[in-house]
């Protein structure tokens, strides 16, 4: 029996992760390239066999799956002496085509270098071997003629295409990733397969990051950062290190190549314990600006601490002197580094992991020029749909203003051009409601700004130690919300917020909020480790005046320190993230995705989820959020036919005449335990071909009504099918506590019958169900033709259930949500 149960739920987790999505991209390498060009890109990850298409987001970018490739490290030993043979032959041919006098220097340092003594022979090998016969001689011989040895085969993989095109350098790569010592590499089943992608960038290609995707045979990978820049690209070649020319064996004298011509970006991947260089030359005066993507490439890893590659930066000139360093941006993980160039010279940009970790999916992209950077921007944000242009500083900025984007609620991204090159993107918000500018001096509540209720107010905190205040008046009773958006919108104001009455009676205070659900966190934007923005809310107690307080927790501040702050009636409201962002939908299909609900202001009700002018055939089951619920499962089913376009699906949530867009996201982990919701750009679903399927049910749209320790039968009418008293059912998401008790076929479709556990908590959600048949082949004639099996056939729509105590049903609050923030 526990053999069975054993058996039992292996086969219950593998049909979970069949209908998962499993297909996922690791890192892309490069991460990037120019407008105008075609670059080759190895996508690595998991479950990539069989990919077949390449989805990118925005327009003048295509791409295309070029080949499968196996990882460097899976050379058999008869494939690392043939490429060590080939890259001999190679090495000594590419020594013959140099100059006399560069060859003379490199044959001299080679004769003066030690030579490599072999091993010393065990006793047992010196030992002299039988003698042959003549004719088992001849025998040897003849055999040796006859047994030819078929060539060997290299592997499939872009390191080792046109071996005869590259330079001593680049062979000099070759065997530094091909032959790296297996001990210095941390095996990763996630990064463990790979395909080779060729990415078409049309010249008039908007820069930025764009999303990428691809579609294999088990799935659509989530999105992963692929950024179009306007500089030529520069990639690594290993080793290339403060010793990498020393590093190459038996060519102390090799001639360094030419210095990089700036602007450009460089490419490169760190390797554990790896540290890369660059050479450039610059002039006296030059104003660089070295920006670094690394964590904004992959911004999680769920192995490893802190959680993603924390890259640092360091500028030396020729002569090895240290003259920059940066491990940061502000709060921001990815470095940014200005220096102005004091003398004409070379110089050398070194990168490295912080701690000397590394991996493939440790990728980065590094531009470096006299380019533009905004390092602040005020104010953060404007009224929907208001015309405004926001004022801007930084480095090699030729304008400060640019427009702001306000057609649609919510953060949005800005970023300017400067000859030809784009800046930095930077974040602001876009919301309803009355907005006013912050009036100096109001430090203190004898100074206090009034403001009349609901107010957003876009300020800085000018100077270490200012304190802003201002000043509203209330009514008993009033419930108040005061809300900071500073962090989330790349200000480095670490908010402390206060509520005080007339007589400085602390009423309400917070310095970082923070909403986590176990070890998820919730919020806006996914990307936020440091939770510094504020949000209080207070019932006052009396009637007359009360005073709202922003301050620095650290007393910092200056021009940089802007913020935009809400105040206003406590207005209930909501926001909604939908994992995942890629579905894979075989026609006429059914699949789970989870909703996220994120609610504010002390909204508890009931919220209504559809889909907003869906293709045809597209369905939403389980689309009412119950009151208080703040996850739930949902299904979407696909079209009977299959489509040959990716489709974008737009979902919106509704509460009266209340109505927020549904943001696609990702559940990402970091470092082994936390996760984070990171939004997407689009929700993105494929609808192939499929052999077999779940026939499409009508399940109940009703609440099925369950008490603890008690059972309810639900009716599923479905087509009539001959296997459905070989189903089996289990719950895939619900309330805990709820099981499939049993399952019985009838004329028009079958009967479930749910179970609630005597412990079950009063609940309302939505309960979908995994179908599995259970049956033992046979053939036309009756005759057993192999053993029993378990196939997976998808999952039954989402329909809503409570689990009610017996004498209290659960009711849905008579709240309603109001229009109020973004």
Same mark, same amino acid.
């Given at each position: 029996?526990?053999?069975?149960?054993?058996?039992?739920?292996?086969?219950?987790?593998? &049909?979970? &992760?069949?209908?998962?999505?499993?297909?996922?991209?690791?890192?892309?390498?490069?991460?990037?390239?120019?407008?105008?060009?075609?670059?080759?890109?190895?996508?690595?990850?998991?479950?990539?066999?069989?990919?077949?298409?390449?989805?990118?987001?925005?327009?003048?970018?295509?791409?295309?799956?070029?080949?499968?490739?196996?990882?460097?490290?899976?050379?058999?030993?008869?494939?690392?002496?043939?490429?060590?043979?080939?890259?001999?032959?190679?090495?000594?041919?590419?020594?013959?085509?140099? @100059?006399?006098?560069?060859?003379?220097?490199?044959?001299? +340092?080679?004769?003066?270098?030690?030579?490599?003594? @072999?091993?010393?022979?065990?006793?047992?090998?010196?030992?002299?071997?039988?003698?042959?016969?003549?004719?088992?001689?001849? /025998?040897?011989?003849?055999?040796?003629?006859?047994?030819?040895?078929?060539?060997?085969?290299?592997?499939?993989?872009?390191?080792?295409?046109?071996?005869?095109?590259?330079?001593?350098?680049?062979?000099?790569?070759?065997?530094?990733?091909?032959?790296?010592?297996?001990?210095?590499?941390?095996?990763?089943?996630?990064?463990?397969?790979?395909?080779?992608?060729?990415?078409?960038?049309?010249?008039?290609?908007?820069?930025?990051?764009?999303?990428?995707?691809?579609?294999?045979?088990?799935?659509?990978?989530?999105?992963?950062?692929?950024? !179009?820049?306007?500089?030529?690209?520069?990639?690594?070649?290993?080793?290339?290190?403060?010793?990498?020319?020393?590093?190459?064996?038996?060519?102390?004298?090799?001639?360094?190549?030419?210095?990089?011509?700036?602007?450009?970006?460089?490419?490169?991947?760190?390797?554990?314990? *790896?540290?890369?260089?660059?050479?450039?030359?610059?002039?006296? =005066?030059?104003?660089?600006?070295?920006?670094?993507?690394?964590?904004?490439?992959?911004?999680?890893?769920?192995?490893?601490?802190? =959680?993603?590659?924390?890259?640092?930066?360091?500028?030396?000139?020729?002569?090895?002197?240290?003259?920059?360093? +940066?491990?940061?941006?502000?709060?921001?993980?990815?470095?940014?580094?200005?220096?102005?160039?004091?003398?004409?010279?070379?110089?050398?940009?070194?990168?490295?992991?912080?701690?000397?970790?590394?991996?493939?999916?440790?990728?980065?992209?590094?531009?470096?020029?006299?380019? @533009?950077?905004?390092?602040?921007?005020?104010?953060?944000?404007?009224?929907?749909?208001?015309? &405004?242009?926001?004022?801007?500083?930084?480095?090699?900025?030729?304008?400060?203003?640019?427009?702001?984007?306000?057609?649609?609620? %919510?953060?949005?991204?800005?970023?300017?051009?400067?000859?030809?090159?784009?800046?930095?993107?930077?974040?602001?918000?876009?919301?309803?409601?009355?907005?006013?500018?912050?009036?100096?001096?109001?430090?203190?509540?004898?100074?206090?700004?009034? !403001?009349?209720?609901?107010?957003?107010?876009?300020?800085?905190?000018?100077?270490?130690?200012?304190?802003?205040?201002?000043?509203?008046?209330?009514?008993?009773?009033?419930?108040?919300?005061?809300?900071?958006?500073?962090?989330?919108?790349?200000?480095?104001?670490?908010?402390?917020?206060?509520?005080?009455?007339?007589?400085?009676?602390?009423?309400?205070?917070?310095?970082?909020?923070?909403?986590?659900?176990?070890?998820?966190?919730?919020?806006?934007?996914?990307?936020?480790?440091?939770?510094?923005?504020?949000?209080?809310?207070?019932?006052?107690?009396?009637?007359?005046?009360?005073?709202?307080?922003?301050?620095?927790?650290?007393?910092? =501040?200056?021009?940089?320190?802007?913020?935009?702050?809400?105040?206003?009636?406590?207005q209930p409201d909501f926001a909604l993230r939908m994992t995942p962002s890629s579905l894979m939908m075989p026609a006429g299909s059914v699949v789970p995705v989870t909703m996220h609900v994120l609610r504010k202001n002390g909204y508890d009700g009931p919220i209504n989820v559809s889909l907003k002018n869906a293709p045809a055939g597209f369905k939403l089951n389980g689309g009412t959020i119950p009151a208080g619920c703040d996850r739930i499962g949902m299904t979407?089913?696909?079209?009977?036919?299959?489509?040959?376009?990716? &489709?974008?699906?737009?979902?919106?949530?509704?509460?009266?005449?209340?109505?927020?867009?549904?943001?696609?996201?990702?559940?990402?982990?970091?470092?082994?335990?936390?996760?984070?919701?990171?939004?997407?750009? /689009?929700?993105?679903?494929?609808?192939?071909?499929?052999?077999?399927?779940?026939?499409?049910?009508?399940?109940?749209?009703?609440?099925?009504?369950?008490?603890?320790?008690?059972?309810?039968?639900?009716?599923?009418?479905?087509?009539?099918?001959?296997?459905?008293?070989?189903?089996?059912?289990?719950?895939?998401?619900?309330?805990?506590?709820?099981?499939?008790?049993?399952?019985?076929?009838?004329?028009? %479709?079958?009967?479930?019958?749910? /179970? +609630?556990?005597?412990?079950?908590?009063?609940?309302?959600?939505?309960?979908?169900?995994?179908?599995?048949?259970?049956?033992?082949?046979?053939?036309?004639?009756?005759?057993?033709?192999?053993?029993?099996?378990?196939?997976?056939?998808?999952?039954?729509?989402?329909?809503?259930?409570?689990?009610?105590?017996? *004498?209290?049903?659960?009711?849905?609050?008579?709240?309603?949500?109001?229009?109020? /923030?973004?």
């Amino acid at each position: 029996m526990t053999k069975m149960k054993t058996i039992l739920l292996v086969l219950m987790a593998l &049909v979970s &992760v069949a209908w998962a999505n499993k297909s996922q991209i690791g890192y892309l390498y490069p991460a990037g390239g120019q407008q105008g060009t075609v670059v080759q890109v190895t996508a690595g990850g998991q479950f990539l066999r069989g990919a077949n298409r390449v989805i990118i987001s925005g327009e003048g970018v295509t791409a295309k799956v070029v080949k499968q490739m196996r990882g460097t490290t899976n050379l058999s030993g008869d494939q690392r002496r043939e490429l060590q043979r080939q890259l001999k032959e190679l090495r000594e041919k590419r020594i013959a085509e140099l @100059p006399a006098p560069i060859r003379a220097e490199i044959m001299g +340092a080679n004769k003066r270098s030690p030579k490599r003594k @072999p091993p010393a022979r065990k006793a047992a090998d010196k030992k002299t071997p039988a003698s042959k016969t003549d004719a088992a001689k001849d /025998k040897d011989a003849k055999d040796t003629k006859t047994e030819e040895k078929p060539p060997v085969k290299l592997p499939n993989h872009p390191l080792l295409e046109d071996l005869e095109e590259k330079s001593l350098r680049e062979l000099a790569h070759i065997a530094d990733q091909m032959f790296m010592p297996r001990s210095k590499l941390q095996q990763n089943r996630q990064l463990a397969e790979a395909v080779l992608l060729e990415i078409t960038i049309d010249a008039d290609a908007e820069p930025g990051f764009r999303e990428l995707r691809i579609q294999t045979r088990d799935g659509l990978t989530s999105p992963l950062v692929f950024h !179009v820049s306007t500089l030529p690209e520069r990639y690594e070649l290993e080793p290339n290190d403060t010793s990498a020319y020393e590093k190459i064996r038996d060519l102390p004298n090799l001639p360094r190549p030419k210095p990089i011509q700036l602007p450009a970006v460089l490419n490169g991947q760190i390797r554990p314990g *790896d540290v890369d260089r660059f050479r450039f030359y610059a002039k006296k =005066g030059q104003k660089l600006v070295i920006q670094t993507h690394a964590r904004s490439l992959i911004p999680y890893l769920a192995d490893a601490v802190p =959680g993603w590659f924390q890259a640092t930066v360091t500028l030396y000139t020729a002569s090895g002197t240290e003259v920059a360093f +940066a491990d940061d941006f502000r709060f921001d993980p990815d470095p940014v580094m200005y220096y102005e160039i004091t003398r004409d010279g070379g110089y050398e940009l070194e990168i490295r992991d912080s701690i000397y970790r590394g991996r493939e999916d440790f990728v980065y992209r590094v531009a470096v020029g006299e380019l @533009p950077f905004i390092t602040q921007m005020f104010p953060l944000g404007a009224r929907e749909n208001a015309k &405004v242009s926001a004022t801007i500083d930084g480095w090699n900025l030729d304008t400060q203003q640019i427009p702001l984007t306000t057609d649609t609620i %919510g953060i949005r991204k800005a970023a300017c051009m400067v000859g030809g090159h784009a800046s930095n993107a930077v974040p602001f918000a876009v919301s309803e409601g009355a907005e006013c500018l912050e009036k100096e001096s109001n430090n203190d509540t004898k100074t206090a700004q009034a !403001v009349t209720l609901p107010m957003i107010v876009n300020g800085r905190i000018d100077t270490a130690g200012d304190m802003d205040v201002f000043r509203f008046t209330a009514k008993a009773g009033d419930e108040i919300c005061a809300e900071v958006f500073a962090r989330r919108l790349n200000s480095p104001l670490d908010a402390l917020l206060r509520i005080t009455d007339a007589s400085g009676k602390v009423v309400a205070w917070n310095d970082d909020y923070v909403v986590k659900d176990v070890h998820l966190h919730k919020d806006i934007v996914g990307l936020t480790t440091h939770h510094a923005d504020s949000f209080v809310t207070a019932k006052l107690p009396k009637a007359g005046t009360y005073y709202v307080q922003l301050a620095d927790t650290q007393r910092h =501040g200056g021009d940089a320190f802007a913020y935009r702050l809400h105040i206003g009636p406590k207005q209930p409201d909501f926001a909604l993230r939908m994992t995942p962002s890629s579905l894979m939908m075989p026609a006429g299909s059914v699949v789970p995705v989870t909703m996220h609900v994120l609610r504010k202001n002390g909204y508890d009700g009931p919220i209504n989820v559809s889909l907003k002018n869906a293709p045809a055939g597209f369905k939403l089951n389980g689309g009412t959020i119950p009151a208080g619920c703040d996850r739930i499962g949902m299904t979407l089913q696909s079209p009977p036919k299959p489509l040959g376009k990716p &489709v974008e699906l737009k979902l919106l949530g509704t509460v009266d005449t209340v109505t927020r867009p549904v943001i696609a996201a990702d559940d990402r982990m970091q470092a082994f335990l936390y996760r984070h919701l990171v939004p997407s750009e /689009k929700l993105i679903a494929i609808v192939p071909k499929t052999r077999w399927r779940m026939p499409a049910v009508q399940v109940p749209t009703k609440p099925v009504k369950i008490t603890p320790g008690g059972s309810a039968k639900v009716n599923i009418k479905a087509p009539k099918r001959g296997f459905y008293k070989e189903l089996q059912l289990q719950v895939q998401q619900g309330p805990k506590g709820l099981a499939v008790e049993g399952v019985k076929a009838i004329p028009d %479709g079958f009967v479930i019958t749910l /179970k +609630a556990d005597k412990e079950a908590a009063a609940s309302a959600t939505n309960v979908i169900l995994e179908t599995i048949r259970e049956y033992i082949p046979k053939d036309k004639n009756g005759k057993v033709t192999g053993k029993k099996r378990r196939d997976p056939m998808g999952v039954i729509s989402a329909f809503p259930v409570e689990i009610v105590a017996a *004498d209290s049903p659960v009711k849905a609050t008579a709240q309603t949500a109001g229009r109020g /923030k973004s």
